[in-house]
């Protein structure tokens, strides 16, 4: 009954003939009747201190994307990197690989690509000829531009006689000066190494009973040099792939674009002036940010200790510094309060930096109602035996070396997630993977951990993740362009990926050895 619920759920989640969030709730009828779990032991899974603990980051996050500070970090790493080609790909890949560890990865990408746009815009050729013409003429400030339509050969512009008004007064002189040499056509080769500029920057975007051993430090352990690694990749590959390697490793200037970077420059600049000062909302969200990072970090870290050890053991885990921060958004207002705060029907003035019709509107139920439908179907495959079975089903790998596994099925995974979703296909494996890696005389965490991570590694398809669709949307790149570029990142990453597990990894979190607690009660979840 398990394996049919499984097949079912897995069938609904792939195909999406139902909203997934649907998919998740049945649960909550079908393993009841079928008789795989009771029901007290079903509705437990949709609220687990793990999910609690997602809920309250996302509501740090959400106040993020509400006061604007994601969008003035973006915007501060893109002018400190400057305008060359290869920095802007940095610049756009920083702040985009920074925020999308806190905000969603959709979120991101739909505050980024507009920008991204907009930069286009003052790298096509043919749209900054204009504005090349103008800089030509920025000794007087008085100088507008007036195309003469039927003269191909002259440029008329109109002299202002006070260039310190904002408007030409009645009484002005037309000069008639020789055409600039800039040629009337774009050649093709700058619409060609424009087009592929594009492509490069478009697909930024294409791109979570034993006691757990997973909490955040050891997860940065984990995850952030791979993080990092993956990161470089990307940044090599699209500078190769689009660039050429003779611009990627050139460290000259082209003389002959200074008037482009300069109009980038321009543009973000003037994006930046728009934010105005820092407010105090973004200097509070801010804060409570960092807050709650360092909190998360100096929980429980394994070279010192921890906060939480000053409480009874068992009293706190991730979900209550996690909350903690999250009602203070409710409680701390989003502006300076004066010494009238009160309206006259007894509301106050201010706002809080976090409101309920925001977090109504803007948190992802759909998302939670998700994570624990795939608690209650790990949980069932568990206790049926199901995932015991399948574990040992796969004993074909045996044969293989255990570095092997991980390549392959890490592969594997990173090409079904291509066309499945991200979430359905980890919560599916988790528990197939834990009995496997038992079944190979080593830790659960040891298939785990490679496998939770390649399913986020769809980079080839529009209809992998949202942010692949919205980047696709826009119209600068074509399926090929995915999928050649996509299918690279894929191959390095999982190679990446499978260095961490033999490595660092192995050695931290001792997955050559099962736990002495997960030997003593091998059907315990995890």
């Known amino acids: 009954m398990a394996g049919y619920c499984l097949l079912l759920m897995a069938t609904y989640w792939c195909t999406e003939a139902v909203p997934m969030p649907v998919t998740a709730l049945i649960p909550l009828f079908l393993f009841p009747m079928l008789g795989v779990l009771k029901i007290d032991e079903v509705v437990v899974n949709y609220s687990k201190e793990i999910t609690m603990m997602f809920m309250g980051g996302l509501v740090v996050a959400i106040a993020i994307e509400k006061c604007e500070l994601h969008t003035r970090i973006a915007l501060l790493v893109l002018k400190g990197v400057g305008t060359e080609t290869k920095w802007l790909l940095l610049g756009f890949m920083l702040p985009t690989w920074f925020l999308s560890m806190w905000i969603s990865n959709t979120a991101t990408a739909g505050m980024m690509l507009p920008l991204v746009e907009a930069v286009l815009d003052q790298l096509d050729p043919e749209h900054r000829k204009k504005d090349e013409i103008t800089e030509k003429g920025h000794t007087n400030e008085g100088l507008e531009l007036n195309e003469n339509k039927e003269s191909e050969n002259e440029i008329h512009f109109i002299v ?3 260039p310190g008004t904002s408007e030409l007064p009645v009484s002005h002189s037309q000069v008639t000066l020789p055409c600039c040499k800039e040629p009337e056509t774009v050649s093709q080769e700058e619409k060609d190494e424009f087009q592929k500029i594009a492509k490069a920057l478009t697909l930024l975007w294409e791109g979570k009973g034993l006691k757990s051993p997973i909490h955040f430090p050891s997860w940065l352990v984990y995850a952030l040099p791979v993080s990092v690694m993956v990161f470089a990749i990307v940044w090599f590959w699209m500078q190769i792939m689009y660039i050429g390697c003779k611009k990627t490793f050139c460290c000259c200037r082209d003389r002959q674009r200074a008037t482009r970077d300069d109009g980038v420059k321009r543009l973000i600049d003037n994006e930046y ?9 973004e200097a509070a969200v801010a804060v409570l940010f960092v807050l709650l990072v360092l909190l998360w970090f100096f929980r429980a870290p394994d070279f010192l200790s921890g906060w939480s050890e000053t409480l009874p053991a068992g009293f706190t885990k991730d979900s209550v510094p996690a909350w903690l921060v999250a009602c203070l958004l409710f409680m701390i207002p989003s502006e300076l309060p004066s010494a009238d705060i009160w309206n006259k029907d007894g509301h106050p003035k201010v706002e809080p930096l976090m409101d309920w019709g925001t977090l109504q509107r803007r948190m992802p139920w759909g998302t939670l109602i998700l994570l624990g439908g795939g608690f209650a179907l790990a949980d069932a495959v568990t206790k049926s035996g199901l995932s015991e079975w399948l574990g040992k089903q796969l004993g074909v790998f045996e044969a ?23 979430t359905a296909s980890c919560t599916l494996l988790m528990p197939i993977m834990a009995e496997m890696s038992l079944s190979m005389g080593k830790s659960p965490l040891y298939l785990m951990f490679p496998i939770a991570i390649a399913t986020s590694f769809a980079f080839m398809l529009p209809v992998s993740t949202p942010p692949n669709a919205i980047a696709f949307s826009f119209g600068r790149v074509r399926v090929v362009d995915m999928a050649k570029t996509g299918f690279i990142l894929n191959f390095a990453s999982v190679f990446v990926l499978t260095l961490a597990n033999e490595t660092w990894a192995s050695i931290f979190f001792n997955t050559d050895v099962i736990p002495w607690d997960v030997a003593v009660n091998s059907s315990a979840t995890f």
């Open 273 to 281: 002036a728009k934010l105005g000062p820092m407010k105090f909302s």
């Open 160 to 162: 202002a006689e006070d």
């Open 400 to 422: 293989l070396s255990d570095w092997s596994v991980v390549l392959i099925l890490s592969f594997l995974v990173a090409m079904l997630t291509e066309v499945t979703s991200n």
